[in-house]
C-alpha cells in the first residue's frame, strides 16, 4: 500500500503599510510615479545619515498585532539584516528578528509565529534579456518603494492545502483591510506572500524538507503553485528521491516551478542589533488604542451573520467585503422585519449579479439605496410580487434609480391575487403543453418545471411560484 | 593686534577680540585661511576660499559668531569635498550637512576646511589616510595621532583655533594627546551623530579639539542637544558653561592601577604620576581602584566596532555614489569596487566584522564581546560609586615614529588601551596635556596626554577638574603652534 502524504505549509506575509510617509524618513510613499522622486539622503543610504521610526507605522503594525491575537511586545527592538542587492542602499535591512513587537496570535484556525516591522526594498527592473538580471542589458533601481513600512507576518505551519491557504489568505486579506492600515493590494504587491511548503507521511509528526515559494501575487497562484509543489514533492518521495530544500518561482503562466537558488546559495545574513534605533517602548495608551479601536473583523462578522441565520457562503462574501456588509446591515435596517437571510441572498446574489451586468458598476456608484431595496424585498416577501417579477424590477431600479413601487404600477407586475384566474391560466397552460403533463402525470415530478416556466411566461412573472406549483400539482394529480 | 596674538589666541580669546572691537571678523578669517593655505602637515584634505568658509554660516551667531573652525573630513558638508580619508569617496559632495557643522554654522563659525584622518576613522596615527598622513607639529617625522590626527595637528600646528573630531575608540583623545592639546570625547548621546559617516555607531561621537579646556566647554555647548535626526541622541540637560574651578578639594580621583602597567613608557609615567601630585595639591584625593575587566577591552572592541563598521560599510557598492570600479556585472561591480576603494585596514576590519558576524560565530564573538562590554560598564560604575572621576594616561606610549608601527596592528591597536575602555562604557573623558617627556630610547620631548573620565553626562564637573588641573600645569603648545606653516 502506498504512503498517505500530508502537506504542512506555513506561510510568511508582508503587509505594505498605508502610511503618509516611509518607515524611517520623511519620504511620501507612492504607487505609480516617476521613478526616484520620492527620495532622500535617508532612504537613499548616503553616507552619515540615520534612521528615525515613523510612529504611526509602529501604531498600524500594533493594530494588525491585535488583530491577530498577538502578545503585544512591551519592548520590541529593530535589527540588522544584511545582504548586497542594488534594491537594498544601506547593503542592510532594518528590520525585528530578536524582538519582535507581536508574538504568538491566530487568525482563524491558523496560529501566528509573530509579525515584525521593516522596512521594503527599492524596485530594480533589468532590461533587456528575460527581465531577469542574467543576460540582462542593465539594470535600473527606482527607489520610490525603498523604506516602506513593512509589517511581515509568520504563521506557524498549520495550512495543509493550496486551497486552505487561498481560504486563509483572503480572510487575512479581509481583516487587514477592515483595520485600513493597508490597501492589500497584491497586484500593486502592497500583500505579498511567501509560502513554505513541505509533506510528510499522514500521521507523522516530523517536518519534512520545506521549500520556499516566493512572491505570488495572488491567492489563486498561490493554490495552484502549492499544489503544484505538494504534487512535485510527492512524486519525489514516492520515487524514492529526497525533497532538497531551495526557493521557488511558481510560473502561473506554465504551471512551472523554477529553482531560484538552493541551500548552498542561501544567505548567511549576519543579524545585529540596530545601534543607529533604540528600543521602542510603546505606551500604555499606544497598547489600548489598537486594541481598542479594532473594528468587527470579518471572522467575527461572519460568525454573527451566520448567527442571524444568513448562508455561510454569503456572510463570509458580505464579511470580506466592507462596504457590502455595511449595505446589508442598511438594507436590514431599513426594511420592515425582513428576514436577514433573504436580504443577504438578494444583496450577494440579485443585487451583486445585477451590478455586475449593467457596466460593472460597484456598489458605491448604484442607483439603489438600502431602503429601495427594502423596500423591494418586502413587496416580495408579503407576495405582492413574485420573486421574478422582483428581479425585473430590480433591473429598472438599478439602470434609472427609480424606486420599486412606481417600477410594479408602471409594468403592472403584482401579483395574480385572484386564485380564479390564476387556475384558469395553469389549465390553459396543461392543455398547450400535453406533453410534460403527461409525464408528471405518470411520475415524473421534475417535468413540472416546464409547466412552471409556462405560466411564468404567461403571466410575466406576476404568478406567485408556490401557488402556481401547487395548482399545477393539484389538477395533475400528484 | 599681531598675527603672533592671534595666532596664539585660543577660540574664546579670538571671540572676545571680535566682540571688544580689537579685530573684526573679516580680518580673523583671512588671517586663518592664510594660515590654512600654507599648510605643512598635510592636515587638510580640503581648504575652503572666503566663499566656501563662511556659506551657511549665521552672521549674527552669537559670542562665538567669527571664531573660525576646522571639521574632520567624516563631516558631511553640503556641496564640499566629504571623503572620510577613502578613495571610495574621492569626489563625493553630499547634498547635505551634518548636524553638528550646522550647529557650529548657526553660532557663526566659518569652516576653514576638511581635516586629514584614518580612513573611515579606523587609525591610531592616521596613516590609513587614502591620502597621505597628516604630521605632527612636534616632529614632522611622528604621527599625529588618530583618527582625528588631522584636526589634532591643524589645531596645534597653528592651521586653526579649534576643530571637530570624532571619537569611537579614543579617535579624539589620543591625537589630542599626541599633540598636546585639549581633546574631549563626550557621553554618547550627547551630540548628534546625523551626518557623520558612521564607522562604529554605538561608539561613534563628535568632540571639540581645542587649545584649552574653556574652548572644550564653549564649543561642546554649541554641539550637544536632542536631534530629531538622531534617534540616539539626547543631549545634555541644561547645557556645559564655560569652567571656572581653581581647586580639587572634596573630589576623587579613581586610578585603575593594573591597567597601567605593561607597555607603558617611562616618560609617559613620569608625567602620569607627576599630574597625581599637582590633584593632590590642588586638594583631590587619589584613590585606587578596579576596572577587573577593561583589561579585555581592547579585544572586545576589535569584535563589536569592525561588525558595525562590516555592515555600515557595507553601503559604498557603487552603485550610488562615489567609486564604480567596475560595472560588468553586479558581482564584480561590488567586488572591483569595493577592493580598488578601500585601504588594507579598512579590508581588514570588515573581514573581522563580517566573521564576528557569521552564522555559527556570532555568539562566541560578538554575544561574548557584548558581554564583555556590558561587565566594563558595570565596573565604570562600581567605580563611580567610589571616585567622582577616573585618570589614566591618554596613550601607553608619546607619538611614535610614522611607520613605526604599520607592520603590526596589534600593536597599534594597543596605542588605545586606556581610551577604548571608556568608548565602551559611553561615558565622557578629556585629554588635557600633562607636560612633555622624551620616548622610551630617547628623541625630543614630547607631549603627553592625561585623561580624565566621568560619569555619563557629568561634563560639566569633568570640565571643572580639568580646568583646574590645567591652570595648574600651565602647559606651553608653543613649540607646537609653529611648526604648522611654512
Known amino acids: 500500500m502506498s504512503t498517505e502524504y500530508e502537506a504542512v505549509i506555513g506561510l510568511e506575509i508582508h503587509v505594505q503599510l498605508s502610511t503618509r510617509t516611509k518607515m524611517f524618513c520623511g519620504c511620501e510613499l507612492s504607487f505609480g510615479d516617476d521613478p526616484n522622486v520620492h527620495t532622500c539622503p535617508v532612504c537613499l543610504a548616503l553616507p552619515g545619515v540615520l534612521p528615525v521610526p515613523n510612529r504611526t507605522a509602529f501604531e498600524y503594525a500594533l493594530k494588525i498585532g491585535a488583530a491577530l491575537d498577538c502578545e503585544l511586545a512591551t519592548v520590541s527592538t529593530f535589527d540588522r539584516k544584511n545582504y548586497f542587492y542594488p534594491d537594498n542602499p544601506k547593503a542592510y535591512q532594518i528590520t525585528q528578528a530578536a524582538r519582535p513587537f507581536a508574538v504568538n496570535g491566530k487568525l482563524g484556525d491558523v496560529r501566528i509565529h509573530h509579525a515584525h516591522l521593516e522596512e521594503d526594498a527599492a524596485k530594480t527592473i533589468h532590461t533587456g534579456g528575460s527581465g531577469r538580471i542574467k543576460g540582462s542589458d542593465a539594470s535600473l533601481v527606482d527607489f520610490n518603494r525603498g523604506g516602506t513600512p513593512l509589517v511581515e507576518i509568520v504563521t506557524e505551519p498549520d495550512l495543509h492545502s493550496g486551497a486552505q491557504v487561498r481560504e486563509w489568505g483572503q480572510l487575512l486579506r479581509a481583516t487587514i483591510k477592515q483595520l485600513g492600515v493597508s490597501d492589500v493590494n497584491m497586484e500593486e504587491g502592497s500583500l505579498r506572500c511567501d509560502a513554505n511548503v513541505s509533506i510528510r507521511p499522514v500521521g507523522s509528526t516530523e517536518l519534512g524538507v520545506k521549500t520556499e515559494m516566493k512572491n505570488m501575487n495572488s491567492f489563486r497562484f498561490i493554490e495552484r503553485g502549492i499544489d503544484a509543489e505538494v504534487a512535485r514533492q510527492k512524486a519525489l518521495l514516492e520515487a524514492g528521491e529526497p525533497v532538497v530544500q531551495e526557493t521557488l518561482h511558481f510560473d502561473p503562466a506554465t504551471g512551472e516551478l523554477h529553482s531560484l537558488r538552493s541551500k548552498e546559495e542561501a544567505h548567511d545574513y549576519r543579524y545585529l542589533p540596530e545601534p543607529d534605533l533604540v528600543p521602542v517602548v510603546p505606551t500604555q495608551e499606544m497598547f489600548d488604542e489598537a486594541r481598542n479601536s479594532l473594528p468587527e473583523l470579518p471572522a467575527d462578522r461572519a460568525r454573527r451573520y451566520e448567527d442571524l441565520g444568513v448562508s455561510e457562503q454569503a456572510a463570509l462574501l458580505l464579511s470580506f467585503e466592507t462596504e457590502w456588509a455595511g449595505y446589508f446591515e442598511e438594507v436590514l435596517d431599513a426594511g420592515d422585519s425582513l428576514e436577514p437571510r433573504v436580504v443577504a441572498n438578494w444583496v450577494t446574489g440579485e443585487l451583486s449579479a445585477e451590478l455586475r451586468r449593467q457596466e460593472d458598476r460597484p456598489l458605491a456608484d448604484s442607483n439603489v439605496p438600502p431602503a429601495s431595496l427594502a423596500a423591494l424585498i418586502g413587496l416580495v416577501a408579503r407576495k405582492k410580487i413574485s420573486h421574478g417579477a422582483g428581479k425585473t424590477v430590480l433591473e429598472e431600479m438599478v439602470s434609472t434609480g427609480a424606486d420599486p413601487e412606481t417600477v410594479v404600477a408602471d409594468k403592472g407586475l403584482e401579483q395574480i391575487s385572484d386564485s380564479g384566474e390564476l387556475e384558469k391560466i395553469v389549465l390553459q397552460v396543461i392543455e398547450e403543453n400535453p406533453k410534460p403533463a403527461e409525464q408528471v402525470r405518470a411520475g415524473n415530478e421534475k417535468a413540472i418545471g416546464a409547466l412552471v416556466g409556462g405560466v411564468m411566461k404567461a403571466t410575466q412573472g406576476r404568478a406567485d411560484g408556490g401557488e402556481v406549483n401547487r395548482l399545477l400539482r393539484q389538477h395533475l394529480g400528484l | 593686534?599681531?598675527?603672533?596674538?592671534?595666532?596664539?589666541?585660543?577660540?574664546?580669546?579670538?571671540?572676545?577680540?571680535?566682540?571688544?572691537?580689537?579685530?573684526?571678523?573679516?580680518?580673523?578669517?583671512?588671517?586663518?585661511?592664510?594660515?590654512?593655505?600654507?599648510?605643512?602637515?598635510?592636515?587638510?584634505?580640503?581648504?575652503?576660499?572666503?566663499?566656501?568658509?563662511?556659506?551657511?554660516?549665521?552672521?549674527?551667531?552669537?559670542?562665538?559668531?567669527?571664531?573660525?573652525?576646522?571639521?574632520?573630513?567624516?563631516?558631511?558638508?553640503?556641496?564640499?569635498?566629504?571623503?572620510?580619508?577613502?578613495?571610495?569617496?574621492?569626489?563625493?559632495?553630499?547634498?547635505?550637512?551634518?548636524?553638528?557643522?550646522?550647529?557650529?554654522?548657526?553660532?557663526?563659525?566659518?569652516?576653514?576646511?576638511?581635516?586629514?584622518?584614518?580612513?573611515?576613522?579606523?587609525?591610531?596615527?592616521?596613516?590609513?589616510?587614502?591620502?597621505?598622513?597628516?604630521?605632527?607639529?612636534?616632529?614632522?617625522?611622528?604621527?599625529?595621532?588618530?583618527?582625528?590626527?588631522?584636526?589634532?595637528?591643524?589645531?596645534?600646528?597653528?592651521?586653526?583655533?579649534?576643530?571637530?573630531?570624532?571619537?569611537?575608540?579614543?579617535?579624539?583623545?589620543?591625537?589630542?594627546?599626541?599633540?598636546?592639546?585639549?581633546?574631549?570625547?563626550?557621553?554618547?548621546?550627547?551630540?548628534?551623530?546625523?551626518?557623520?559617516?558612521?564607522?562604529?555607531?554605538?561608539?561613534?561621537?563628535?568632540?571639540?579639539?581645542?587649545?584649552?579646556?574653556?574652548?572644550?566647554?564653549?564649543?561642546?555647548?554649541?554641539?550637544?542637544?536632542?536631534?530629531?535626526?538622531?534617534?540616539?541622541?539626547?543631549?545634555?540637560?541644561?547645557?556645559?558653561?564655560?569652567?571656572?574651578?581653581?581647586?580639587?578639594?572634596?573630589?576623587?580621583?579613581?586610578?585603575?592601577?593594573?591597567?597601567?602597567?605593561?607597555?607603558?613608557?617611562?616618560?609617559?609615567?613620569?608625567?602620569?604620576?607627576?599630574?597625581?601630585?599637582?590633584?593632590?595639591?590642588?586638594?583631590?584625593?587619589?584613590?585606587?581602584?578596579?576596572?577587573?575587566?577593561?583589561?579585555?577591552?581592547?579585544?572586545?572592541?576589535?569584535?563589536?566596532?569592525?561588525?558595525?563598521?562590516?555592515?555600515?560599510?557595507?553601503?559604498?557598492?557603487?552603485?550610488?555614489?562615489?567609486?564604480?570600479?567596475?560595472?560588468?556585472?553586479?558581482?564584480?561591480?561590488?567586488?572591483?569596487?569595493?577592493?580598488?576603494?578601500?585601504?588594507?585596514?579598512?579590508?581588514?576590519?570588515?573581514?573581522?566584522?563580517?566573521?564576528?558576524?557569521?552564522?555559527?560565530?556570532?555568539?562566541?564573538?560578538?554575544?561574548?564581546?557584548?558581554?564583555?562590554?556590558?561587565?566594563?560598564?558595570?565596573?565604570?560604575?562600581?567605580?563611580?560609586?567610589?571616585?567622582?572621576?577616573?585618570?589614566?594616561?591618554?596613550?601607553?606610549?608619546?607619538?611614535?615614529k610614522l611607520g613605526e608601527k604599520t607592520a603590526d596592528p596589534w600593536t597599534m591597536y594597543l596605542s588605545d588601551v586606556f581610551t577604548v575602555p571608556i568608548s565602551l562604557a559611553g561615558i565622557p573623558a578629556i585629554s588635557i596635556p600633562a607636560g612633555l617627556a622624551e620616548p622610551d630610547g630617547g628623541g625630543p620631548e614630547l607631549p603627553v596626554g592625561f585623561q580624565i573620565a566621568a560619569p555619563a553626562f557629568a561634563e560639566q564637573g569633568l570640565l571643572e577638574a580639568a580646568y583646574a588641573l590645567e591652570t595648574a600645569i600651565r602647559f606651553d603648545g608653543s613649540a607646537g603652534l609653529a611648526g604648522g606653516a611654512a
Open chain 2, 1 to 400: 593686534m599681531s598675527d603672533i596674538e592671534l595666532l596664539a589666541a585660543s577660540g574664546a580669546e579670538t571671540a572676545a577680540m571680535i566682540s571688544s572691537g580689537e579685530i573684526s571678523a573679516e580680518e580673523v578669517l583671512e588671517f586663518w585661511l592664510g594660515r590654512v593655505s600654507g599648510d605643512q602637515l598635510n592636515g587638510y584634505l580640503w581648504k575652503a576660499d572666503n566663499e566656501a568658509a563662511l556659506a551657511g554660516v549665521n552672521v549674527d551667531g552669537g559670542a562665538l559668531t567669527g571664531v573660525p573652525l576646522a571639521i574632520k573630513d567624516i563631516f558631511c558638508t553640503e556641496g564640499v569635498p566629504t571623503t572620510a580619508a577613502s578613495k571610495i569617496l574621492a569626489g563625493y559632495r553630499p547634498p547635505f550637512t551634518a548636524t553638528s557643522v550646522r550647529n557650529t554654522a548657526a553660532a557663526g563659525m566659518p569652516m576653514l576646511g576638511k581635516t586629514n584622518m584614518d580612513e573611515f576613522a579606523m587609525g591610531s596615527s592616521n596613516e590609513n589616510s587614502a591620502f597621505g598622513p597628516s604630521l605632527n607639529p612636534w616632529d614632522t617625522g611622528r604621527v599625529p595621532g588618530g583618527s582625528s590626527g588631522g584636526s589634532a595637528a591643524v589645531v596645534a600646528g597653528g592651521l586653526a583655533p579649534w576643530a571637530l573630531g570624532t571619537d569611537t575608540g579614543g579617535s579624539i583623545r589620543q591625537p589630542a594627546g599626541f599633540c598636546g592639546i585639549v581633546g574631549l570625547k563626550p557621553t554618547y548621546g550627547s551630540i548628534s551623530r546625523y551626518g557623520m559617516i558612521a564607522f562604529a555607531s554605538s561608539l561613534d561621537q563628535c568632540g571639540p579639539l581645542t587649545r584649552n579646556v574653556t574652548d572644550a566647554a564653549l564649543l561642546l555647548d554649541v554641539l550637544q542637544g536632542r536631534d530629531p535626526c538622531d534617534s540616539t541622541s539626547v543631549g545634555i540637560e541644561g547645557g556645559v558653561s564655560a569652567p571656572s574651578a581653581d581647586r580639587l578639594d572634596g573630589l576623587r580621583f579613581g586610578v585603575p592601577r593594573a591597567l597601567i602597567g605593561e607597555g607603558i613608557e617611562a616618560g609617559v609615567l613620569a608625567r602620569f604620576e607627576d599630574t597625581l601630585i599637582r590633584i593632590a595639591d590642588l586638594g583631590g584625593e587619589i584613590v585606587d581602584i578596579e576596572l577587573p575587566h577593561a583589561g579585555h577591552a581592547i579585544s572586545a572592541y576589535y569584535v563589536l566596532a569592525p561588525a558595525e563598521a562590516s555592515t555600515n560599510l557595507s553601503r559604498y557598492d557603487g552603485v550610488r555614489y562615489g567609486l564604480r570600479s567596475s560595472d560588468e556585472d553586479l558581482l564584480s561591480m561590488y567586488e572591483v569596487t569595493r577592493d580598488d576603494g578601500f585601504g588594507p585596514e579598512v579590508k581588514r576590519r570588515i573581514m573581522l566584522g563580517t566573521y564576528a558576524l557569521s552564522s555559527g560565530y556570532y555568539d562566541a564573538y560578538y554575544g561574548r564581546a557584548q558581554r564583555v562590554r556590558t561587565r566594563i560598564v558595570e565596573d565604570f560604575n562600581t567605580a563611580f560609586s567610589e571616585v567622582d572621576f577616573v585618570v589614566t594616561p591618554t596613550s601607553p606610549t608619546v607619538a611614535f
